[in-house]
């Protein structure tokens, strides 16, 4: 059974950072592209990027590539989303997702991050 | 980078009743992709790749559409299917959400 645990999430101040991880389960990481989706207290959508299987290449939501980064570490199997400067617009629901060519195949339960001073 | 528009935002039906959600693309994309989310669980697959049903998705859902304008149907309603819907593209580089459209039952 896939699994994706998300973890780091909780409250942080305006211009800090914060670093998410997300540990796979039951599918072998290194085979899969993996991507963030957010989604806003408002319920908004927003997907923050891709990483390629061997994170050799990633890809970003234009509005969020020079704040945000997203790596992995495929021993571990597991995913990271590095958010710096971070402000009150972050505060979401981070979701660790696997990507199958266009589409977001398995979800995690996701982690809330709460930006607020 | 390519705006979805999901049409009714919210929207009530009866059992039994059909449904259809539509989304509508700025400009043209491949596929449409659609996801189910009820309160406080996360989003699920529910339809990919314009009109393939996700794994456990029940019969009476379909998807359609081509070029800026897609839709998903449910024939005879029930009440599990109340719900939270999104759409979502990917046109690369970028991948985009719809608005979402919230589905209760009357």
């Known amino acids: 059974e896939v699994q994706l645990v998300e973890s780091g999430g909780g409250l942080v101040q305006p211009g800090a950072s914060l670093k998410l991880s997300c540990v796979a389960s039951?599918?072998?990481?290194?085979?899969?592209?993996m991507s963030w989706v957010r989604q806003t207290p408002g319920k908004t959508m927003e997907w923050i990027g891709d990483?390629?299987?061997?994170?050799?290449?990633?890809n970003y939501a234009p509005s969020l590539k020079n704040r945000f980064t997203i790596s992995r570490d495929n021993a571990k199997s597991t995913l990271y989303l590095q958010m710096s400067n971070v402000r009150s617009e972050d505060t979401a629901t981070y979701y660790c997702?696997?990507?199958?060519?266009?589409?977001?195949?398995?979800w995690g339960q996701g982690t809330l991050v709460t930006v607020s001073s | 980078e390519i705006v979805l528009t999901q049409s009714p935002t919210t929207m009530t039906a009866s059992p039994g009743e059909k449904v259809t959600i539509t989304c509508r693309a700025s400009s043209s994309v491949s596929y449409m992709h659609w996801y189910q989310q009820k309160p406080g669980a996360s989003p699920k697959p529910w339809i990919y790749?314009?009109?393939k049903l996700a794994s456990g998705v029940p019969d009476r859902f379909s998807g359609s559409g081509s070029g800026t304008s897609y839709s998903l149907t449910i024939n005879n309603m029930e009440a599990e299917d109340a719900a939270t819907y999104y759409c979502?593209?990917?046109?690369?580089?970028?991948?985009?959400f719809g608005g979402g459209t919230k589905l209760e039952l009357k």
């Open positions: 990483i390629k299987y061997d994170g050799s290449y990633t």
């Open positions: 039951g599918f072998t990481f290194s085979d899969y592209w």
């Open positions: 997702t696997r990507s199958i060519r266009g589409w977001f195949a398995y």
């Open positions: 979502q593209q990917w046109n690369y580089p970028s991948r985009t």
């Open positions: 790749e314009t009109s």
